[in-house]
């Protein structure tokens, strides 16, 4: 991912970022990866899975946090990596993805920083000047 | 935001817009400044908008930004009016900081300290996902949950007297696994006996300084003792629990008559079916941790016998005391004369109990409860002593550690070009570390300095110091 596609959001005790994308698709998937090239150093391909996902929310920041909650949960509770996203289908309060994963190989991936939890403090996600724009803060 | 100056040490943020109760911020002109920079005054003026707040927002010296609420604010809330909010305990439920005291001197230690810090590094599991060596059935998790401290003395982990010198002796009631998501469970399953990542740790200190003889002696410190601290909390399932709660509440909370400033101020009352589950989930996170420190510290207690070639009886490792600094917990106050229950949240704060408590254990009645304040791991940690004045003014209450100041991003950016670990060297203290970034992100410049917040607190007669600590050997997730 580019870091022109998102910039980092300074905060004393953790950190966040701020991401924009073309379309509203484009900025959940997007936001995704990002979560994920910020943890993890990868090196090689391991044994895909695909896991499709359904999340609810009450609003386009609602949404999006709790799309990052699931995407952190694979890292969190099943030690597994994100690799791919597609987004299936999208509206202000519904989300279906595709997600590629595979298995955690210390060999293969080294985790660079750990993300713990995603906050809803400074949440924002909607359309903006250039598109579609996320600002998240994440517990470290 | 602009506070009035009450005192030398206290500044009031006056009701304004929503907010129910004033805020009151414990610091000093100096870090007043530093605050007055970010929006953590935003946020203590925010948490004073919640139903059933009693008698003031509150913020300890070693307050900054946080999320919903800030770290360092401590906010009671009416048993049976009040709001209960998983933002006001924190992700970490029950991160909380432990003290042992042991029979050794610094220089019994001295000619075997890197021995020691490799050991400690080798045989502490640190860093992201960690698991374990205490791997838990489904069953045993559960009963982790609900007996805290007491399970992990009853498999070895310790001895009987770690538990009365355990804040709540190591368990919270009303615990209720079956309020715990799978998602938590599964984090918790492998994670006890870790110490985890970011600004926990373990630290062998030596007893630099006393401040107050007679509470020194009642807690077992003097001067020169070698001393371990562990600093770690409920781990992943703490975590779950309180992003679990979270989500839940922010739905819930649409369906009452409360207007929240911030969502990650999401709550319900206390008195709702919501509120009593996520206070019985919170005592399950809470009971994990204590069980978790409680094994990190008998490791520490094996460690060190194998590796002096000690004893038990020549080590003499006893609990001084085990703190927990993000938690919300049922108390009993005097409010405007009266005696009142209330839901004391602490976010990055510390219970202060002063002398003559019923909670505290017999030997420390005479003198408060002992508060554990760690600083950055190339300064000093302190002892302090609760008070009266605590128990009148900030529901027994104090501050939790120095308080960041420094981003994470500014750290490292400050930290280019540099050897943390060679400079600590240099000073005395060894440090082991796990993260690729840890040692820039802790580094001391990036936090306050804590001999300050613990002027403040003393000054202000919330506590009282008792000892200052250095540290010799710092262990870093």
């Not at chain 1, 999208?90 to 989300?95: A, N, P």
């Not at chain 2, 908008?49 to 919903?68: E, N």
């Not at chain 2, 104090?398 to 060297?425: D, F, M, N, P, Y």
Request: glycine share 10%.
């Amino acid at each position: 991912m580019s870091e022109k596609d998102y910039r980092f959001i300074d905060h004393t005790a953790d950190f966040g970022i701020q991401v924009w994308a073309s379309s509203a698709k484009a900025l959940f998937l997007r936001t995704a990866m990002i979560v994920y090239d910020l943890m993890v150093f990868r090196q090689g391909t391991g044994r895909h899975f695909t896991y499709t996902c359904h999340i609810e929310g009450e609003d386009w920041p609602d949404l999006m946090i709790n799309w990052l909650r699931e995407v952190l949960g694979f890292w969190h509770s099943q030690e597994k990596i994100l690799c791919d996203v597609t987004i299936d289908a999208l509206t202000e309060t519904g989300l279906q993805a595709t997600c590629v994963l595979e298995d955690y190989d210390c060999h293969r991936h080294v985790i660079t920083r750990e993300i713990k939890a995603v906050t809803y403090h400074q949440i924002f996600c909607g359309p903006c000047e250039k598109g579609w724009c996320a600002s998240v803060i994440f517990d470290l | 935001m602009n506070p009035r100056r009450i005192d030398k040490y206290r500044w009031q943020l006056d009701p304004d817009g929503l907010m129910r109760v004033p805020g009151i911020v414990y610091t000093s002109a100096r870090m007043l400044k530093q605050l007055t920079k970010e929006d953590a005054l935003k946020q203590v003026a925010n948490v004073a908008t919640l139903p059933g707040i009693v008698r003031a927002s509150l913020a300890m010296p070693d307050i900054h930004w946080g999320y919903g609420f800030p770290i360092g604010g401590v906010a009671a809330f009416d048993w049976q009016d009040g709001v209960v909010s998983p933002g006001g305990v924190g992700y970490d439920i029950n991160c909380g900081v432990r003290l042992a005291g042991t029979g050794l001197v610094f220089k019994d230690i001295f000619p075997c300290l890197k021995e020691l810090a490799d050991a400690l590094y080798r045989h502490i599991p640190t860093g992201v996902g960690k698991t374990g060596s205490v791997a838990l059935t489904a069953k045993e998790e559960k009963q982790v949950l609900v007996q805290g401290s007491q399970w992990a003395v009853r498999q070895g982990f310790g001895v009987a007297e770690d538990i009365e010198h355990t804040e709540d002796r190591g368990c919270l009631p009303d615990a209720d696994p079956d309020q715990i998501s799978e998602r938590a469970l599964e984090r918790g399953k492998k994670q006890l006996g870790t110490l985890g990542s970011g600004n926990h740790f373990v630290e062998v200190g030596v007893v630099e300084e006393i401040f107050h003889e007679q509470a020194a002696q009642a807690f077992g410190l003097y001067e020169g003792q070698v001393t371990v601290m562990v600093h770690s909390g409920s781990r992943g399932l703490g975590y779950q629990v309180c992003d679990d709660f979270l989500a839940f509440m922010n739905k819930h909370v649409r369906s009452l008559d409360i207007k929240l400033p911030d969502r990650q101020l999401a709550c319900a009352y206390i008195q709702s079916k919501e509120g009593q589950r996520y206070l019985r989930a919170m005592a399950c996170a809470a009971n994990y941790a204590w069980a978790n420190r409680q094994i990190l510290m008998h490791q520490c207690r094996r460690i060190f016998e194998q590796t002096l070639n000690i004893s038990p009886k020549a080590l003499d490792m006893q609990l001084i005391y085990d703190v927990c600094h993000n938690i919300a917990k049922k108390e009993e106050h005097e409010v405007d004369g009266k005696p009142q229950l209330v839901c004391v949240h602490r976010k990055g704060a510390t219970r202060a109990f002063g002398p003559g408590q019923p909670e505290l254990v017999q030997a420390y009645r005479n003198v408060g409860q002992p508060i554990l304040i760690p600083g950055d791991m190339g300064t000093a940690s302190y002892v302090m002593a609760g008070t009266k004045r605590a128990m009148k003014e900030t529901f027994g209450s104090t501050c939790h550690g120095a308080g960041r100041v420094l981003s994470r991003s500014a750290a490292k950016k400050q930290c280019k070009g540099r050897a943390i670990h060679r400079e600590l060297e240099d000073r005395g203290i060894l440090v082991r570390w796990t993260g690729r970034s840890t040692l820039a992100e802790e580094m001391p410049e990036a936090y306050k300095d804590v001999s300050e917040v613990v002027d403040v607190v003393h000054g202000a007669g919330l506590s009282i110091k008792v000892a200052k600590l250095r540290p010799a050997v710092v262990i870093k997730g």
